[in-house]
């Protein structure tokens, strides 16, 4: 670790802190990830094979880029340092940079369609490998302004350090981006829980704001409702037989397009099909790639 010199504490992460680091060999500027690994006897296997994972997905241009593994024993505790490429700015600071001037203007449509492209190819290259994200959110996307790359990062470290140890924060895990079916207390979840992240984060880039800012997680429930209808087993089959279902009020379903104003006619459809019910007919984030919406988008640069 001598070779990296720490220039500032970044963030307290789930996982443990993280710092804006300079390589003193190569001069660039890293982010180390100190996660810290409650164990005395070696790395858990879990960890290593996640984090063997993360190398080979991060070779995608849409993930941030695992540069090293680092582990040191400090006071008999073994700390793991995860090394990966800088970027300075992430979506949600990027969405809500100049959100408190009046009339802000929203994102450019081309900016969105151009983001969202980058964000399922990311997200269809991880399910391609089986591997879910399960906390997509706008803080957890990374933003290269220079490039106008959107890269995904976080990845995968849910399952190799077991969900939030401790919140090391008084930030609130947020249930923005949840699924329904998990919010439900499903057991069976898959990829579709990350296209409904999708989803949130399109229309939030398109609103600057939330879709669904709940701080709950029946209150979340009741926002997802009282947009898109409250659920049945005609629109999904199996709902009221989830761990969690309640006898909620009855709202119908709203105009997508109402609620989501700035997009195109193409972009409600694709949200509408991140936004369904039933997980088995969500769109998934391969197929969404060649949704209309991203028709006109100059693919090339891809």
């Known amino acids: 670790m001598e070779r990296y010199e720490k220039v500032e504490k970044v963030g307290e992460g789930t996982y443990g802190k993280v710092y804006k680091a300079k390589d003193k060999n190569t001069g660039q500027f890293v982010a180390l990830k100190k996660t810290r690994l409650e164990m005395d006897e070696g790395i858990p296997s879990t960890a290593l094979r996640e984090v063997s994972l993360l190398k080979t997905l991060s070779t995608s241009i849409y993930i941030v880029r695992l540069l ?66 399960r906390d997509l959110k706008p803080q957890n996307l990374l933003v290269d302004k220079s490039k106008g790359l959107l890269k995904v990062g976080d990845l995968g470290l849910g399952r190799a350090f077991t969900v939030p140890l401790k919140c090391y924060t008084h930030e609130i895990v947020t249930l923005w981006y949840r699924a329904p079916e998990v919010l439900l207390g499903t057991f069976h979840y898959s990829t579709p829980v990350d296209v409904w992240s999708v989803g949130c984060i399109f229309a939030e880039m398109a609103k600057r704001r939330p879709l669904f800012p709940g701080s709950s997680e029946v209150q979340q429930l009741l926002h997802i409702f009282r947009l898109l209808g409250t659920p049945n087993e005609n629109m999904w089959p199996g709902v009221t037989r989830l761990k969690d279902w309640h006898i909620y009020p009855q709202w119908k379903p709203q105009s997508l397009a109402h609620a989501v104003p700035t997009l195109s006619p193409s972009g409600v459809d694709l949200l509408a099909k991140m936004l369904q019910y039933d997980p088995a007919r969500r769109i998934s984030a391969k197929a969404a790639l060649d949704h209309p919406y991203f028709d006109d988008l100059d693919k090339s640069q891809f």
Do not use: W
């Open 68 to 133: 090293s593994v680092e582990h040191v024993e400090k006071k008999g505790k073994l700390l793991l340092y995860l090394v990966f490429e800088y970027l300075d700015t992430d979506l949600k600071k990027f969405i809500d940079s100049g959100r408190y001037v009046i009339n802000v203007d929203p994102l450019p449509p081309k900016l969105i369609q151009s983001f969202m492209y980058q964000l399922c190819k990311a997200v269809a290259h991880c399910h391609s490998y089986g591997v879910l994200h």
